[in-house]
Protein backbone atom coordinates (compact mmCIF):
# COMPACT_ATOMS: atom_id res chain seq x y z
CA UNK A 1 0.00 0.00 0.00
CA UNK A 2 1.35 3.33 -0.63
CA UNK A 3 -0.20 6.66 -0.05
CA UNK A 4 0.18 9.03 -3.13
CA UNK A 5 -1.04 12.14 -2.10
CA UNK A 6 -1.81 13.83 1.73
CA UNK A 7 -4.01 17.09 2.13
CA UNK A 8 -4.67 18.52 5.31
CA UNK A 9 -7.12 21.20 6.34
CA UNK A 10 -7.00 22.98 9.82
CA UNK A 11 -4.79 19.76 11.01
CA UNK A 12 -2.37 21.04 14.07
CA UNK A 13 0.00 23.93 12.84
CA UNK A 14 -1.13 23.08 8.86
CA UNK A 15 -4.25 25.71 7.72
CA UNK A 16 -4.23 23.92 4.66
CA UNK A 17 -1.08 21.73 2.39
CA UNK A 18 -1.14 19.59 -0.23
CA UNK A 19 1.75 16.91 -0.83
CA UNK A 20 2.72 13.83 -2.84
CA UNK A 21 4.37 10.85 -1.84
CA UNK A 22 6.62 8.57 -3.79
CA UNK A 23 6.58 5.24 -3.31
CA UNK A 24 9.97 3.51 -0.73
CA UNK A 25 11.53 6.09 1.75
CA UNK A 26 9.86 9.55 1.96
CA UNK A 27 11.86 11.72 4.34
CA UNK A 28 10.64 14.76 5.94
CA UNK A 29 13.46 16.96 7.83
CA UNK A 30 12.80 20.22 9.93
CA UNK A 31 13.73 21.57 13.44
CA UNK A 32 11.91 20.39 16.18
CA UNK A 33 8.39 22.19 16.43
CA UNK A 34 8.01 22.93 12.58
CA UNK A 35 5.41 20.45 11.75
CA UNK A 36 7.08 17.23 10.56
CA UNK A 37 5.42 14.72 12.85
CA UNK A 38 2.16 16.08 12.35
CA UNK A 39 2.47 14.82 8.69
CA UNK A 40 3.06 11.36 9.72
CA UNK A 41 0.93 11.94 13.35
CA UNK A 42 -2.54 12.32 10.61
CA UNK A 43 -1.90 9.25 8.64
CA UNK A 44 -1.36 6.98 11.65
CA UNK A 45 -4.80 8.55 12.69
CA UNK A 46 -6.16 6.67 9.73
CA UNK A 47 -4.94 3.78 10.00
CA UNK A 48 -5.45 3.63 14.03
CA UNK A 49 -8.05 6.13 14.98
CA UNK A 50 -5.43 7.43 17.51
CA UNK A 51 -2.69 9.46 17.64
CA UNK A 52 0.72 7.99 19.28
CA UNK A 53 0.94 11.58 21.13
CA UNK A 54 -2.10 12.73 22.32
CA UNK A 55 -5.37 10.72 23.89
CA UNK A 56 -7.37 14.01 23.17
CA UNK A 57 -8.47 14.40 19.03
CA UNK A 58 -9.12 18.00 20.44
CA UNK A 59 -5.05 18.88 20.10
CA UNK A 60 -4.86 17.56 16.55
CA UNK A 61 -7.37 20.52 15.37
CA UNK A 62 -5.48 24.10 15.07
CA UNK A 63 -6.46 26.41 17.24
CA UNK A 64 -9.29 29.07 16.51
CA UNK A 65 -11.02 25.80 13.95
CA UNK A 66 -14.11 23.78 14.09
CA UNK A 67 -12.71 20.69 12.30
CA UNK A 68 -9.74 19.29 10.93
CA UNK A 69 -9.81 17.02 7.72
CA UNK A 70 -7.27 14.75 6.51
CA UNK A 71 -7.58 13.36 2.91
CA UNK A 72 -5.46 10.84 1.77
CA UNK A 73 -5.28 8.63 -1.77
CA UNK A 74 -3.71 5.49 -1.32
CA UNK A 75 -2.93 2.90 -3.91
CA UNK A 76 -2.43 -0.84 -4.71
CA UNK A 77 -1.49 -2.10 -7.59
CA UNK A 78 -4.14 -1.04 -9.92
CA UNK A 79 -6.83 0.45 -7.29
CA UNK A 80 -7.18 3.66 -5.47
CA UNK A 81 -9.24 4.95 -2.48
CA UNK A 82 -9.58 8.85 -1.27
CA UNK A 83 -9.54 8.00 2.45
CA UNK A 84 -11.10 10.88 4.73
CA UNK A 85 -11.94 11.88 7.87
CA UNK A 86 -13.09 15.06 10.10
CA UNK A 87 -12.44 15.48 12.99
CA UNK A 88 -15.06 18.05 14.80
CA UNK A 89 -14.57 19.96 18.12
CA UNK A 90 -18.00 19.64 18.34
CA UNK A 91 -20.86 16.60 17.52
CA UNK A 92 -19.52 13.44 16.14
CA UNK A 93 -16.38 13.23 13.32
CA UNK A 94 -17.46 11.84 10.07
CA UNK A 95 -15.26 9.68 7.52
CA UNK A 96 -15.72 9.17 3.62
CA UNK A 97 -13.96 6.73 1.13
CA UNK A 98 -14.34 7.20 -2.62
CA UNK A 99 -16.92 10.62 -1.21
CA UNK A 100 -18.60 7.55 -0.15
CA UNK A 101 -19.78 8.17 3.83
CA UNK A 102 -18.72 5.36 6.32
CA UNK A 103 -18.53 4.68 9.89
CA UNK A 104 -15.32 6.49 11.60
CA UNK A 105 -14.68 3.09 12.60
CA UNK A 106 -14.48 1.46 9.34
CA UNK A 107 -11.34 3.69 8.26
CA UNK A 108 -8.59 1.21 9.58
CA UNK A 109 -9.98 -1.40 7.59
CA UNK A 110 -9.00 0.29 4.65
CA UNK A 111 -5.61 1.72 5.03
CA UNK A 112 -2.67 0.13 7.81
CA UNK A 113 0.33 1.97 9.45
CA UNK A 114 3.15 1.03 11.87
CA UNK A 115 4.26 3.56 13.39
CA UNK A 116 8.01 3.69 15.37
CA UNK A 117 8.45 6.59 17.58
CA UNK A 118 10.98 7.35 20.63
CA UNK A 119 7.57 6.65 23.03
CA UNK A 120 7.92 3.18 22.11
CA UNK A 121 10.86 2.75 24.37
CA UNK A 122 8.30 2.19 27.04
CA UNK A 123 7.02 -1.02 25.24
CA UNK A 124 10.12 -1.92 27.24
CA UNK A 125 10.70 -0.21 30.40
CA UNK A 126 7.28 1.23 30.82
CA UNK A 127 3.72 -0.19 32.76
CA UNK A 128 2.07 -3.38 31.69
CA UNK A 129 -0.99 -1.09 30.23
CA UNK A 130 1.36 0.08 27.65
CA UNK A 131 2.08 -3.36 26.42
CA UNK A 132 -1.26 -4.27 26.51
CA UNK A 133 -2.29 -1.26 24.46
CA UNK A 134 0.26 -2.64 21.90
CA UNK A 135 -1.07 -6.47 21.92
CA UNK A 136 -5.10 -4.49 21.65
CA UNK A 137 -4.25 -2.40 18.53
CA UNK A 138 -2.61 -5.08 16.83
CA UNK A 139 -5.30 -7.28 17.35
CA UNK A 140 -7.82 -5.02 16.30
CA UNK A 141 -5.92 -4.12 13.10
CA UNK A 142 -6.17 -7.61 12.10
CA UNK A 143 -9.48 -8.29 13.29
CA UNK A 144 -11.19 -5.29 13.58
CA UNK A 145 -14.53 -7.03 15.41
CA UNK A 146 -12.54 -7.21 18.60
CA UNK A 147 -12.88 -3.62 19.07
CA UNK A 148 -16.33 -4.06 20.11
CA UNK A 149 -15.23 -6.92 22.06
CA UNK A 150 -12.66 -5.06 23.91
CA UNK A 151 -15.24 -2.18 24.16
CA UNK A 152 -17.96 -4.62 26.25
CA UNK A 153 -15.05 -5.79 28.09
CA UNK A 154 -14.07 -2.24 29.15
CA UNK A 155 -18.02 -1.75 30.30
CA UNK A 156 -18.50 -4.74 32.00
CA UNK A 157 -15.86 -4.29 34.14
CA UNK A 158 -16.86 -0.82 34.82
CA UNK A 159 -19.96 -1.56 35.80
CA UNK A 160 -18.67 -5.00 37.95
CA UNK A 161 -16.21 -2.56 39.80
CA UNK A 162 -19.24 -0.05 40.56
CA UNK A 163 -21.00 -3.22 42.13
CA UNK A 164 -18.07 -4.18 43.96
CA UNK A 165 -17.40 -0.77 45.68
CA UNK A 166 -21.26 -0.28 46.24
CA UNK A 167 -20.90 -3.59 48.59
CA UNK A 168 -18.27 -2.80 50.12
CA UNK A 169 -19.79 0.59 51.28
CA UNK A 170 -22.66 -1.21 52.33
CA UNK A 171 -20.96 -4.05 53.98
CA UNK A 172 -21.82 -6.85 51.69
CA UNK A 173 -19.76 -10.02 52.67
CA UNK A 174 -18.80 -13.62 50.65
CA UNK A 175 -21.55 -15.10 48.77
CA UNK A 176 -24.22 -12.52 50.02
CA UNK A 177 -24.09 -10.53 46.34
CA UNK A 178 -26.01 -12.46 44.01
CA UNK A 179 -26.00 -10.43 41.28
CA UNK A 180 -22.40 -10.17 40.88
CA UNK A 181 -22.94 -13.55 39.12
CA UNK A 182 -24.55 -12.29 36.36
CA UNK A 183 -21.51 -9.89 35.59
CA UNK A 184 -19.17 -12.58 36.27
CA UNK A 185 -20.22 -14.73 33.56
CA UNK A 186 -20.26 -12.13 31.00
CA UNK A 187 -16.56 -10.69 32.30
CA UNK A 188 -15.38 -14.45 31.73
CA UNK A 189 -16.83 -14.73 28.38
CA UNK A 190 -15.59 -11.49 27.00
CA UNK A 191 -12.25 -11.79 28.59
CA UNK A 192 -11.03 -15.34 27.87
CA UNK A 193 -12.15 -14.52 24.35
CA UNK A 194 -9.01 -11.66 24.91
CA UNK A 195 -6.96 -14.04 26.27
CA UNK A 196 -7.23 -16.37 23.95
CA UNK A 197 -6.55 -13.78 21.08
CA UNK A 198 -3.70 -12.54 22.89
CA UNK A 199 -2.01 -15.85 23.09
CA UNK A 200 -2.54 -16.29 19.81
CA UNK A 201 -1.13 -13.18 18.71
CA UNK A 202 2.19 -13.73 21.20
CA UNK A 203 2.89 -16.74 19.37
CA UNK A 204 2.51 -15.52 15.46
CA UNK A 205 4.70 -12.66 17.16
CA UNK A 206 7.64 -14.60 19.03
CA UNK A 207 9.42 -15.99 15.89
CA UNK A 208 9.42 -12.37 14.21
CA UNK A 209 10.74 -10.44 17.15
CA UNK A 210 13.60 -13.29 18.10
CA UNK A 211 14.45 -12.61 14.02
CA UNK A 212 13.91 -8.74 13.74
CA UNK A 213 15.64 -8.45 17.08
CA UNK A 214 18.83 -9.46 15.64
CA UNK A 215 18.49 -7.36 12.39
CA UNK A 216 18.26 -4.41 14.30
CA UNK A 217 20.92 -5.21 17.43
CA UNK A 218 23.04 -7.36 15.20
CA UNK A 219 23.40 -9.77 18.27
CA UNK A 220 21.52 -12.57 18.92
CA UNK A 221 20.51 -12.20 22.63
CA UNK A 222 17.77 -14.77 22.30
CA UNK A 223 14.51 -12.08 22.34
CA UNK A 224 11.52 -14.08 24.26
CA UNK A 225 7.94 -12.67 24.52
CA UNK A 226 5.18 -14.65 26.89
CA UNK A 227 2.13 -13.53 28.65
CA UNK A 228 1.61 -13.41 32.03
CA UNK A 229 -1.97 -14.00 32.83
CA UNK A 230 -4.01 -12.84 36.27
CA UNK A 231 -6.15 -16.10 36.02
CA UNK A 232 -3.17 -18.46 36.49
CA UNK A 233 -1.29 -16.11 39.04
CA UNK A 234 -1.32 -17.33 42.95
CA UNK A 235 -1.24 -13.85 44.48
CA UNK A 236 -2.73 -11.30 41.87
CA UNK A 237 -0.40 -8.48 43.71
CA UNK A 238 2.55 -10.31 42.93
CA UNK A 239 4.48 -8.96 39.99
CA UNK A 240 6.73 -12.17 39.67
CA UNK A 241 5.25 -15.61 39.63
CA UNK A 242 6.57 -18.22 37.48
CA UNK A 243 3.28 -19.97 36.85
CA UNK A 244 1.50 -17.14 35.71
CA UNK A 245 3.76 -17.36 32.44
CA UNK A 246 1.81 -18.86 29.29
CA UNK A 247 1.55 -18.01 25.85
CA UNK A 248 -1.64 -20.14 24.26
CA UNK A 249 -4.20 -21.47 26.11
CA UNK A 250 -7.47 -23.50 24.77
CA UNK A 251 -10.96 -21.22 25.48
CA UNK A 252 -12.56 -24.00 27.93
CA UNK A 253 -8.84 -24.04 30.12
CA UNK A 254 -9.27 -20.12 30.15
CA UNK A 255 -12.81 -19.74 30.94
CA UNK A 256 -12.30 -22.38 33.80
CA UNK A 257 -9.21 -20.56 35.23
CA UNK A 258 -10.81 -17.18 34.84
CA UNK A 259 -14.42 -18.66 36.81
CA UNK A 260 -11.93 -20.00 39.32
CA UNK A 261 -10.10 -17.51 40.09
CA UNK A 262 -13.54 -15.02 40.26
CA UNK A 263 -14.53 -17.40 42.96
CA UNK A 264 -11.48 -17.64 44.83
CA UNK A 265 -10.67 -13.76 44.78
CA UNK A 266 -14.28 -12.93 45.73
CA UNK A 267 -13.76 -12.03 49.08
CA UNK A 268 -10.85 -10.07 48.11
CA UNK A 269 -12.55 -7.86 45.69
CA UNK A 270 -15.25 -7.15 47.76
CA UNK A 271 -12.92 -6.16 51.02
CA UNK A 272 -10.78 -3.37 47.69
CA UNK A 273 -14.43 -2.63 45.85
CA UNK A 274 -12.22 -3.58 42.23
CA UNK A 275 -11.97 -6.58 39.51
CA UNK A 276 -8.72 -8.61 40.75
CA UNK A 277 -8.07 -10.95 37.94
CA UNK A 278 -8.74 -10.56 33.85
CA UNK A 279 -7.10 -9.05 30.59
CA UNK A 280 -6.52 -5.70 32.33
CA UNK A 281 -4.70 -7.25 34.95
CA UNK A 282 -2.45 -9.03 32.14
CA UNK A 283 1.34 -8.38 30.88
CA UNK A 284 3.50 -8.95 27.82
CA UNK A 285 6.72 -10.22 29.27
CA UNK A 286 9.56 -9.37 27.31
CA UNK A 287 13.18 -11.65 28.11
CA UNK A 288 16.54 -11.36 26.92
CA UNK A 289 19.01 -14.47 27.68
CA UNK A 290 16.07 -15.04 30.17
CA UNK A 291 16.31 -12.05 31.86
CA UNK A 292 13.35 -9.30 31.94
CA UNK A 293 14.64 -7.03 29.72
CA UNK A 294 12.69 -4.26 32.10
CA UNK A 295 15.31 -3.04 34.47
CA UNK A 296 18.00 -5.28 32.76
CA UNK A 297 18.66 -4.58 29.30
CA UNK A 298 20.42 -1.85 28.25
CA UNK A 299 19.62 1.56 26.43
CA UNK A 300 20.43 -0.44 23.48
CA UNK A 301 19.29 -3.09 24.00
CA UNK A 302 15.81 -1.86 24.81
CA UNK A 303 15.46 0.05 21.60
CA UNK A 304 16.36 -2.83 19.97
CA UNK A 305 13.89 -4.66 21.25
CA UNK A 306 11.27 -2.08 20.97
CA UNK A 307 12.17 -1.62 17.68
CA UNK A 308 11.83 -5.30 17.33
CA UNK A 309 8.43 -5.38 18.26
CA UNK A 310 7.38 -3.08 15.56
CA UNK A 311 9.12 -4.76 13.26
CA UNK A 312 7.28 -8.37 14.12
CA UNK A 313 3.75 -6.47 14.30
CA UNK A 314 4.40 -4.84 10.23
CA UNK A 315 4.98 -8.25 9.64
CA UNK A 316 1.96 -9.56 10.98
CA UNK A 317 0.06 -7.32 9.45
CA UNK A 318 2.16 -7.78 6.10
CA UNK A 319 1.49 -11.59 5.49
CA UNK A 320 -2.42 -11.08 6.23
CA UNK A 321 -2.83 -8.20 4.07
CA UNK A 322 -4.42 -8.43 0.97
CA UNK A 323 -4.13 -4.75 0.14
CA UNK A 324 -0.05 -4.42 0.15
CA UNK A 325 2.45 -3.68 3.18
CA UNK A 326 0.91 -1.17 5.79
CA UNK A 327 2.97 2.25 5.74
CA UNK A 328 5.72 1.84 7.97
CA UNK A 329 6.30 5.38 9.88
CA UNK A 330 9.67 6.13 11.54
CA UNK A 331 9.29 9.55 13.73
CA UNK A 332 12.22 10.88 15.05
CA UNK A 333 13.58 7.26 15.77
CA UNK A 334 17.36 7.28 13.80
CA UNK A 335 18.25 10.74 16.87
CA UNK A 336 18.22 7.52 19.33
CA UNK A 337 20.30 4.87 17.97
CA UNK A 338 24.06 4.70 17.05
CA UNK A 339 25.11 4.86 13.75
CA UNK A 340 25.57 0.54 13.57
CA UNK A 341 21.79 0.43 14.43
CA UNK A 342 20.46 3.38 12.03
CA UNK A 343 22.29 0.97 8.81
CA UNK A 344 20.53 -1.98 10.53
CA UNK A 345 17.08 -0.16 11.00
CA UNK A 346 17.45 1.34 7.47
CA UNK A 347 18.29 -2.25 5.77
CA UNK A 348 15.40 -4.04 7.90
CA UNK A 349 13.00 -1.56 6.33
CA UNK A 350 14.13 -1.24 2.89
CA UNK A 351 11.42 -3.51 1.39
CA UNK A 352 8.73 -2.30 2.56
CA UNK A 353 6.52 -0.58 -0.29
CA UNK A 354 6.47 3.00 1.66
CA UNK A 355 8.58 4.36 4.33
CA UNK A 356 8.09 7.70 5.59
CA UNK A 357 10.84 9.08 8.06
CA UNK A 358 11.02 12.44 10.02
CA UNK A 359 13.65 13.88 11.25
CA UNK A 360 15.34 17.04 13.06
CA UNK A 361 19.16 16.25 11.13
CA UNK A 362 19.49 15.36 7.56
CA UNK A 363 22.82 12.92 8.59
CA UNK A 364 21.36 10.72 10.90
CA UNK A 365 19.36 8.84 8.31
CA UNK A 366 21.14 6.61 6.02
CA UNK A 367 21.51 7.53 2.12
CA UNK A 368 19.45 5.11 0.98
CA UNK A 369 16.40 6.16 2.84
CA UNK A 370 16.90 9.81 2.27
CA UNK A 371 15.99 9.50 -1.85
CA UNK A 372 13.08 11.89 -1.47
CA UNK A 373 13.66 14.66 1.13
CA UNK A 374 11.27 18.08 1.87
CA UNK A 375 11.90 20.45 4.45
CA UNK A 376 9.10 21.90 6.79
CA UNK A 377 9.95 25.10 7.91
CA UNK A 378 7.07 26.56 10.42
CA UNK A 379 4.00 24.37 8.88
CA UNK A 380 4.69 25.09 5.43
CA UNK A 381 6.57 22.23 2.89
CA UNK A 382 9.45 23.58 0.92
CA UNK A 383 11.61 21.98 -1.89
CA UNK A 384 14.66 19.89 0.00
CA UNK A 385 16.45 19.71 -4.02
CA UNK A 386 19.82 19.98 -1.95
CA UNK A 387 18.58 18.74 1.98
CA UNK A 388 22.48 19.55 2.87
CA UNK A 389 21.25 22.60 2.63
CA UNK A 390 23.89 24.79 0.51
CA UNK A 391 21.02 26.26 -1.56
CA UNK A 392 17.62 28.64 0.11
CA UNK A 393 14.75 26.24 -0.53
CA UNK A 394 11.93 27.24 -2.64
CA UNK A 395 8.36 26.83 -1.58
CA UNK A 396 6.04 24.38 -3.19
CA UNK A 397 2.81 25.40 -4.50
CA UNK A 398 -0.04 24.36 -1.91
CA UNK A 399 -2.66 22.64 -3.90
CA UNK A 400 -5.28 22.14 -1.13
CA UNK A 401 -8.59 22.07 -2.96
CA UNK A 402 -12.24 23.03 -1.06
CA UNK A 403 -13.13 20.88 1.88
CA UNK A 404 -16.34 18.75 0.40
CA UNK A 405 -18.93 18.66 2.78
Known amino acids: MIVTRLSLTDF??????????????????????QGKTNLVES?????TLGSHRVSSEQAMIRQGADAAIIRARVSHEDKELLLEVQLNRTGANRAQVNRHQVKVRELPGYFSTVLFAPEDLALVRGEPSLRRRFLDELLVLRNPRLSAVLSDYDRVLRQRNTLLKSARAAGVRGNDLSTLDVWDERLITLGSELIEARGRLVAELQPRVAEAYVSVAGDDHHAMLASRLSVLAG???????????????????VMARFRESLDRLRRSELDRGMTLVGPHRDDLVLELNGMPAR?????????????????????????????????????????????????????AVDDFEQVLITAAVFGDVPPALARNTVQIERGTIVDARNPTGDTEPTPVEERMSDVAD
Not at 235 to 253: F, G, L
Open 12 to 33: RNYRSVDLDLAPGPNLFVGRNG
Open 295 to 347: GYASHGESWSFALALKLASAGVLRAESRVGDPVLVLDDVFAELDESRRGRLGA
Open 235 to 253: DPDAESDEQDIRTVMAAEE
Open 43 to 47: LGYLG
